[in-house]
Antibody
Framework: EVQLVESGGGLVQPGGSLRLSCSAS????????MHWVRQAPGKGLECVSA????????YYADSVKGRFTISRDNSKNTLYLQMSSLSVGDTAVYYC??????????????WGQGTMLTVSS | DIQLTQSPSFLSASVGDRVTITCRAS??????LDWYQQKPGKAPKVLIY???TLQSGVPSRFSGSGSGTEFTLTISSLQPEDSATYYC?????????FGQGTKVEIK
């Protein structure tokens, strides 16, 4: 079965750190570009970070640059998001997403169920 | 960053109605636009990619069109299970931004 399963969310105090993990199965993870997309409660979707298939290229939204680090372990079929200096504004459901290349671009065709991060004192 | 503006933000329509959602980009993005459907408590699901290509398994009542800066998602005959929020997303340049969403309600 093709799936992505996130873990690691929870309640963190402002200024704290947390690492999210995403375990992939049912597709060739090592050939896939991967993304983290977040959704604050009652709000829209925001791409926060991306990584290419071999981990050599990464992207970050300005809102998280310098605080979040995306990485992957292709031997474990796992994607990570290390988050630090967390603030209330980082409170959201974080989705792990596979981007499949199509037509010279891509499509977010596999989504995890999401993991909730709450930043609060 | 490229801004995407969807209209309307909310619409209410009856079963069988034809529904159209518009997505306008702040600059040209060729055909690098996808459409997603999200139901409460669930992850988004891709409907259309590359502006007009129907994702495998998605009902044919969904269609997409447009290029450059203006795009549309059309539901030809609205069904009860189409009650959801719809998002457009551009993949022309990172960050891959989303529109603010259009909530579709069934009357």
């Amino acid at each position: 079965e093709v799936q992505l399963v996130e873990s690691g969310g929870g309640l963190v105090q402002p200024g704290g750190s947390l690492r999210l993990s995403c375990s992939a199965s049912g597709f060739t993870f090592s050939s896939s570009a991967m993304h983290w997309v977040r959704q604050a409660p009652g709000k829209g979707l925001e791409c926060v970070s991306a990584i290419n298939s071999n981990g050599g290229t990464t992207y970050y939204a300005d809102s998280v640059k310098g605080r979040f680090t995306i990485s992957r372990d292709n031997s474990k079929n796992t994607l990570y998001l290390q988050m630090s200096s967390l603030s209330v504004g980082d409170t959201a459901v974080y989705y792990c997403v596979r981007m499949r290349p199509v037509a010279g671009t891509g499509v977010f065709d596999i989504w995890g169920q999401g993991t909730m991060l709450t930043v609060s004192s | 960053d490229i801004q995407l503006t969807q209209s309307p933000s909310f619409l209410s329509a009856s079963v069988g109605d034809r529904v159209t959602i518009t997505c306008r980009a702040s600059q040209g993005i060729s055909s690098y636009l996808d459409w997603y459907q999200q139901k409460p408590g669930k992850a988004p699901k891709v409907l259309i990619y590359a502006a007009s290509t129907l994702q495998s398994g998605v009902p044919s009542r969904f269609s997409g069109s447009g290029s450059g800066t203006e795009f549309t998602l059309t539901i030809s005959s609205l069904q009860p299970e189409d009650s959801a929020t719809y998002y457009c997303q551009q993949l022309n340049s990172y960050p891959w931004t989303f529109g603010q969403g259009t909530k579709v309600e069934i009357k």
